[in-house]
């Protein structure tokens, strides 16, 4: 071997021996290079691959020995090289890009060339493929199939991922196939494809590992340097930048058309809200109107007070229900446990949705076994989740329709079955059906109201109770069914008190002879609760301030406090304090009740902090406000 400078009237060098092959070393005696004066390595029929400058002085000494490829035409490198850099700069495309970059490198710089990306933490996906024969590409996807993420891997691609260091093999042997396989049936892969030589570069971008690029010969006799090492690491980082930049541009445009989906959610969420509110309000302005005219007869007049009720109803569940979904976000819903009856719990049910089921045509059939299925759960929420499955069967079943409910149990849980002869799912939406605010329709073309919450409360609920909910549906027009499981209570838990159901409603307690006052900035609401507790017997007091209370507190020493939170100045909080702060003579232990719109966890627990004896949340049933004060003044006395 030997080698000489490019420059026009350089000295030859001397002749070295030659060294074994795969063998490469740097003259230690070679001086600093002069970028001034650029030389070219000549060997014997020996030239490197991938071109690569070598800047030296006229004293510099670069050896490389034991190299015999046969030259290839330095024009087609570069060329190739060339229409690389072009190509990793013109599209987003990483992988269509990678895979035309495999492509250019064959046959110019190598007889094949793969790609292998990062799919996760265990595996990696060859995203690129390129060999010099067509018909052995197949051979090379099936070897990277086999690739997988080894954290202790010495070598082969798996080791390079995990070093993040090159691998150059110029010389391959059966030993080096045996060390870059993983397995037997990857060792045998390898053989039949015959690499000679190869490298294995890593792509990292800012500190990161995405994969790695190997290229390698298996048909010619070439052979991989270090200048070719070199080559391949500069092309693989700029791969690697590529595929780096083009993620976070779909990571920023998917971030993008999220936000935009988001706040298409949210416009739709809004107004689909407004109309939820809007339609009972009319409702309940229009008739409470007709009501102030005394036009109406007295049969018109008990009308018009049950639809105006009937309203107010719906819009508190659709409150809770916004409540409710705003605990599960957040992680603040608690469930109240003891063992439930689910005769019970789906029978109180029915009786909420019989008169909506009626007014359709609707029959409501119910299918249960004799009460003793007992669950470990909160009867409340289980109701909502029975409730919610009726009522959604009865919005979605034309007039006419069959609605039925199913009690059964099934070896070591209970099952509820919910079905209707309703519309139907379609069948590219049941995967969606328990999604918050999804909906089947929108717009005003819509036909069913409601918020698209119900059946993801459905779901949370049961999911707390350690259960599984599912539906099915064979398409539109096909009805649905909707299966609930739940575990069997455990034989050792049955003697706990058993949840039961809500009695009739509750009678207005009396407040003959109680002095009560009443603190709200909101002159309707003070006359209401007035009137409430005027009815029951009760004297009420009126103030507008929490100074006002104050004084009425120490000065008239009443039976019960009735306060709301949110005033302006100093808010019940502070009311309650200063009044705890008097001494019991000035009625420092008046037992007082915080009467709130606040209703989060949170919020109660503020208020019985500050020193109210209860929380109650607007609004609330006048016979249930009544019995609470009563309560209050017997526990006191």
């Not at 015999?68 to 060339?82: D, G, H, I, K």
């Not at 009308?303 to 009720?309: D, G, L, M, N």
């Not at 819009?315 to 019970?344: S, T």
Request: aromatic share 4%.
């Amino acid at each position: 071997m030997r080698y000489e400078r490019a420059a026009a009237g350089g000295a030859p060098a001397p002749r070295r021996p030659a060294a074994a092959p795969g063998h490469y070393f740097e003259d230690p005696s070679a001086s600093r290079p002069a970028p001034s004066s650029i030389h070219s390595i000549r060997t014997a029929g020996v030239s490197p691959i991938w071109p690569f400058p070598c800047l030296s002085s006229s004293t510099a000494r670069v050896r490389l020995w034991g190299m015999t490829t046969p030259p290839v035409p330095t024009e087609r490198r570069a060329a190739a090289l060339a229409e690389m850099s072009a190509l990793l700069g013109s599209s987003l495309d990483y992988e269509r890009t990678l895979s035309r970059l495999a492509r250019l490198a064959v046959p110019a710089l190598a007889d094949l060339c793969a790609v292998d990306l990062l799919h996760d933490a265990a595996s990696l996906r060859r995203v690129a493929c390129a060999h010099v024969d067509p018909t052995r590409e197949a051979l090379v996807s099936e070897i990277g199939a086999r690739l997988a993420v080894d954290p202790t891997a010495a070598r082969g691609v798996a080791a390079v991922i995990r070093t993040r260091r090159p691998v150059l093999v110029t010389h391959a042997t059966d030993a080096d196939l045996r060390d870059a396989a993983q397995d037997a049936d990857q060792l045998e892969l390898l053989r039949q494809l015959g690499p000679t030589s190869w490298m294995v570069v890593p792509l990292v971008a800012h500190e990161r590992v995405l994969g790695a690029l190997t290229v390698a010969f298996t048909e010619s006799a070439r052979r991989y340097g270090p200048m070719d090492l070199a080559v391949a690491t500069v092309v693989a980082s700029h791969a690697a930048a590529v595929i780096e930049g083009a993620r976070l541009y779909r990571e920023a445009e998917a971030a993008r058309r999220a936000a935009e989906a988001a706040n298409r959610a949210k416009d739709e969420f809004l107004s689909t809200l407004s109309h939820e509110l809007r339609n009972p309000l009319n409702a309940v302005y229009g008739w409470a109107r007709l009501i102030e005219r005394g036009q109406l007869s007295e049969a018109q007049t008990r009308r018009a007070v049950q639809i105006i009720v009937r309203n107010v109803d719906a819009q508190i569940r659709l409150v809770d229900d916004l409540l409710d979904m705003a605990r599960i976000v957040n992680g603040r819903m608690r469930l109240v446990v003891r063992p439930v009856d689910l005769r019970d719990v789906i029978e109180d049910a029915l009786e909420v949705v019989r008169h909506a089921a009626e007014a359709k045509g609707i029959r409501l059939q119910s299918v249960l076994e004799a009460p003793g299925l007992l669950v470990s759960g909160d009867a409340g929420r289980l109701q909502q989740v029975v409730w919610n499955l009726l009522d959604n069967a009865v919005k979605f079943t034309p007039k006419d329709g069959r609605v039925q409910v199913q009690l059964q149990r099934v070896r070591s849980h209970v099952e509820i079955v919910v079905s209707d002869s309703g519309r139907g799912i379609p069948i590219d939406e049941l995967p969606f059906v328990f999604d918050r605010l999804r909906q089947g329709e929108s717009g005003s073309t819509r036909d069913q109201g409601g918020l698209g919450i119900g059946l993801a409360l459905v779901r949370h609920f049961v999911d707390l109770h350690g259960g599984s909910v599912y539906v099915e549906s064979a398409g539109e027009g096909q009805g649905a069914t909707f299966v609930v499981k739940l575990p069997l209570m455990l034989a050792d838990l049955r003697e706990q008190p058993i949840a039961r159901r809500d009695g009739p409603a509750l009678e207005s307690a009396s407040l003959a002879g109680a002095r009560i006052v009443v603190v709200d900035d909101d002159p309707t609401a003070v006359e209401l609760i007035k009137e409430v507790l005027a009815q029951a017997g009760g004297e009420v007091i009126e103030c507008r301030s929490t100074d006002e209370a104050v004084r009425e507190v120490a000065r008239r020493r009443p039976d019960a406090l009735v306060s709301d939170i949110e005033m302006p100045g100093q808010d019940g909080y502070s009311l309650i304090r200063k009044v705890r702060a008097l001494s019991p003579e000035q009625g420092g232990e008046t037992p007082a009740a915080a009467l709130t719109a606040f209703g989060r966890p949170e919020d109660r627990i503020r208020s019985l902090q500050a020193g109210f004896n209860i929380h109650l949340t607007k609004p609330v049933d006048p016979a249930e406000l009544t019995t609470i004060v009563a309560s209050m003044i017997r526990r006191a006395g």
